[in-house]
């Protein structure tokens, strides 16, 4: 069973910057595609970011390329989300999630097998 805790959610004002973690136990962090997904009040969970677990490759959907950064130390079984220049829409609460039977990049949430409990990050104008 995999456990995922994850901080560093918080209120940061429009152009900001947070730094997501989410520290990972009970499993082979260093084998699972590790995502980050959010959801905002009234709608869907929604793709960010993933990683493979080796780092070598990374994918983002559209309106957080070019601010986010998904990264991951194996070592300390954690992965992270740093998000510069925040915008209001990017207010949601934030769940990282595990995918521990494929080595290739999903963004359908059906393919993430552990959650955390999520972390509320919240944008002001």
């Known amino acids: 069973q995999v456990q995922l805790v994850e901080s560093g959610g918080g209120l940061v004002q429009a152009g900001g910057s947070l730094r997501l973690s989410c520290a990972a136990s009970g499993g082979t962090f260093s084998r699972y595609v590790m995502g980050w997904f959010r959801q905002a009040p009234g709608k869907e969970r929604e793709f960010v970011a993933a990683i493979t677990w080796s780092g070598g490759s990374t994918d983002y959907t559209n309106s957080v390329k070019g601010r986010f950064t998904i990264s991951r130390d194996n070592a300390q079984n954690t992965v992270y989300l740093q998000m510069n220049s925040l915008k209001p829409e990017d207010t949601a609460v934030y769940y990282c999630?595990?995918?521990?039977?494929?080595?290739?990049?999903?963004?359908?949430?059906?393919?993430?097998?552990?959650w955390g409990q999520g972390t509320q990050v919240t944008v002001s104008s």
């Open positions: 999630a595990a995918d521990t039977t494929s080595s290739l990049i999903g963004r359908s949430r059906y393919r993430y097998h552990y």
